[in-house]
């Protein structure tokens, strides 16, 4: 049973446009949220977290928006650009688990055409 | 500083072989993880070792097992391998807090099963 749910396999966008990633998550004792972005044979790298005390943070030209009531955590980034492309992994842990148990989506494609 | 060095990075065994992967971790991470990525089931976790004990383990057979030396490098050994073990495994470090944040993660081992 997949605890954390990215849908979309993929996403197209234009250069400039914003991109929006979206994920649910079914456990409610989750209490921390990551988003990792993986190119092509390299290992995923993190991008940003957020705590489940908060409903957004941004960092440059990313910004996550945690909904609690709604299991719902969304990665959006603005302006996108051709090296945004890349697949991206939402990750959650929490429920007493420790930093290096990480629960991962299946993640999704990016693609920004330019 | 130096990131987590895996090794070897690509490899190719037969049905029935074993395998040891190895893993060193950024200095003064004292938590390995080790996760498998396979396109169909994106990252799993296999398991966490932090101070040379297992602390957490993921929903993998005996046949996948861990251990992390005094120097925190870690290996991981497949026996009896099977087609669909092969995968791209990788090895992420941290500093092994309780509860959430960032892991960082080496480029992965590849290792195809014939």
């Known amino acids: 049973d997949q605890q954390v749910k990215q849908n979309s396999p993929s996403l197209s966008v234009q250069e400039g446009r914003i991109s929006i990633l979206n994920c649910d998550y079914t456990n409610s004792m989750f209490d921390y949220f990551l988003w990792y972005k993986k190119y092509p044979a390299e290992g995923p790298t993190f991008l940003i977290s957020?705590?489940?005390?908060?409903d957004k943070n941004e960092d440059g030209r990313f910004t996550v928006f945690l909904n609690k009531s709604a299991k719902h955590l969304s990665l959006h980034i603005v302006p996108s650009q051709p090296g945004d492309s890349a697949v991206y992994f939402c990750a959650a842990s929490g429920y007493g688990g420790s930093q290096g148990n990480l629960i991962f989506g299946k993640g999704t494609k990016l693609s920004v055409k330019p | 500083k130096a990131g987590v060095t895996q090794t070897p990075r690509y490899l190719i065994k037969t049905r029935g072989q074993q395998v040891t992967l190895s893993c060193s971790p950024i200095?003064?991470?004292?938590?390995v993880s080790w996760y498998q990525q396979t396109p169909g089931q994106g990252l799993q976790f296999l398991f966490e070792y932090f101070s040379e004990t297992q602390r957490n383990k993921g929903n993998f057979p005996g046949r996948f097992s861990g251990r992390q030396f005094s120097n925190s490098r870690s290996e991981m050994n497949v026996s009896t391998l099977e087609l669909g073990d092969s995968a791209l495994y990788l090895c992420?470090?941290?500093?092994?807090?309780?509860?959430?944040?960032?892991?960082?993660f080496g480029e992965g081992s590849r290792l195809t099963v014939l």
């Open positions: 992420a470090s941290s500093l092994g807090a309780r509860g959430g944040g960032e892991l960082f």
């Open positions: 200095s003064g991470h004292r938590s």
């Open positions: 957020i705590s489940s005390i908060k």
